[in-house]
């Protein structure tokens, strides 16, 4: 098993066991300014050497992944919950975990599997799309309108999308050259900088699985069913995108992510009828352990089947 997820589950067993370890507040939010960062900066880094218009009809094809996962959940939540709650896990699950994404970014570089390097600029296109379609899915019907302006001040101005989308604009016009002399920092610390930071996600996602209560074992079942079958999706497209198998593995762990930083954010704006609960406890409390104990591997080993080499 990868180090970085170990470093996750000792942060849940330490939680679980009732240990008082926790990492300070700022140190928390410096490291996820870090691993944002790094992230947009090596996706423009490669993105300067890349072809863009190629990389256009992709981008339509992921802003429409973005687009149908919430209205694939949807339904499937009405089952269960109310039109606002059922809106708002489905926008939380048509969104994306960065956090999960650089995990399977760093599963990927430790076994030397080379993906597309435009791949950080879907993560900025998947951010937004299920969050809309959330917002109009739970609005339609109901009293009262949307603050439209102060939803997408919340979305395209948060911390994932500025730190994102500003280091692939920032690596896209420096290039390798002129981001050579920090390299070292942005790049070679990037795994062990995530495993401190995974230590804290372990200790807050152990801490929302008591909260799943509320929702019963409808929404853990669907906690796990969801991100599967967006996953097969993910790879579908992305055999239909012609990605690598690496790129598809990420794309894959795209759909099958879910938000919990972005979407409860913005839909506490717009929809705050929503439980906010049953999301973040959905998608935090089971979601992102299991993608990153089983999923990402298990989207690795469907790749290689349905992926051509």
């Given at each position: 098993?990868?180090?970085?997820?170990?470093?996750?589950?000792?942060?849940?067993?330490?939680?679980?066991?009732?240990s008082d370890?926790r990492?300070?507040?700022?140190?928390?939010e410096?490291?996820s300014?870090?691993?944002?960062?790094?992230?947009?900066?090596?996706?423009?880094v490669?993105?300067?050497?890349?072809?863009?218009?190629?990389?256009?009809?992709?981008?339509?094809?992921?802003?429409?992944?973005?687009?149908?996962?919430?209205?694939?959940?949807?339904?499937?939540?009405?089952l269960?919950?109310?039109r606002?709650d059922?809106?708002?896990?489905?926008?939380?699950?048509g969104s994306v975990?960065?956090?999960?994404?650089?995990?399977a970014?760093?599963?990927?570089?430790s076994?030397?599997?080379?993906?597309?390097?435009?791949?950080?600029?879907?993560?900025?296109l998947?951010?937004?799309?299920?969050?809309?379609?959330g917002?109009?899915?739970?609005?339609?019907?109901a009293?009262?309108?949307?603050?439209?302006?102060?939803?997408?001040?919340?979305?395209?101005?948060?911390?994932?999308?500025?730190?994102?989308?500003?280091?692939?604009?920032?690596?896209?016009?420096?290039?390798p050259?002129?981001?050579?002399?920090?390299?070292g920092?942005?790049?070679?610390l990037?795994?062990?900088?995530?495993?401190?930071f995974?230590?804290?996600?372990?200790?807050?996602?152990?801490?929302?699985v008591?909260?799943?209560?509320?929702?019963?074992?409808?929404?853990?079942?669907?906690?796990?069913?969801?991100?599967?079958?967006?996953?097969?999706?993910?790879?579908?497209?992305?055999?239909?995108?012609?990605?690598?198998?690496g790129?598809?593995?990420l794309?894959?762990?795209?759909a099958?992510s879910?938000?919990?930083?972005?979407?409860?954010?913005?839909?506490?704006?717009?929809v705050?009828?929503a439980n906010?609960?049953?999301?973040?406890?959905?998608?935090?409390g089971?979601?992102?352990?299991?993608?990153?104990?089983?999923?990402?591997?298990?989207?690795?080993r469907?790749?290689?089947?349905?992926?051509?080499?």
């Amino acid at each position: 098993m990868d180090p970085v997820v170990l470093f996750f589950l000792l942060g849940v067993v330490a939680r679980l066991a009732g240990s008082d370890l926790r990492l300070p507040e700022a140190l928390y939010e410096a490291l996820s300014i870090f691993l944002l960062l790094a992230i947009g900066l090596k996706g423009g880094v490669e993105l300067a050497q890349a072809s863009l218009p190629g990389i256009a009809l992709q981008a339509v094809a992921v802003v429409l992944l973005g687009v149908a996962l919430p209205f694939i959940a949807y339904p499937v939540l009405r089952l269960k919950f109310n039109r606002f709650d059922a809106a708002s896990i489905a926008a939380h699950y048509g969104s994306v975990s960065v956090v999960t994404y650089a995990v399977a970014f760093a599963y990927l570089g430790s076994r030397g599997i080379a993906s597309e390097p435009h791949m950080p600029v879907f993560v900025v296109l998947l951010e937004v799309p299920a969050i809309i379609v959330g917002v109009m899915i739970a609005r339609a019907g109901a009293r009262g309108g949307v603050e439209w302006g102060a939803l997408a001040r919340e979305v395209v101005l948060g911390k994932s999308i500025v730190l994102l989308l500003g280091g692939l604009v920032i690596g896209w016009i420096a290039g390798p050259a002129g981001l050579a002399p920090i390299g070292g920092l942005y790049f070679d610390l990037f795994k062990g900088v995530l495993a401190l930071f995974l230590l804290e996600m372990g200790l807050v996602a152990a801490s929302r699985v008591r909260e799943l209560a509320k929702g019963g074992f409808f929404l853990a079942g669907f906690a796990i069913a969801m991100p599967l079958a967006s996953a097969c999706i993910g790879l579908a497209l992305a055999r239909a995108m012609d990605l690598s198998q690496g790129g598809a593995v990420l794309l894959a762990t795209l759909a099958a992510s879910a938000s919990y930083i972005a979407a409860p954010a913005a839909l506490r704006i717009a929809v705050p009828e929503a439980n906010p609960t049953l999301s973040i406890a959905a998608s935090l409390g089971i979601t992102f352990p299991f993608n990153l104990t089983v999923g990402i591997p298990l989207y690795h080993r469907l790749a290689t089947w349905w992926i051509p080499t």
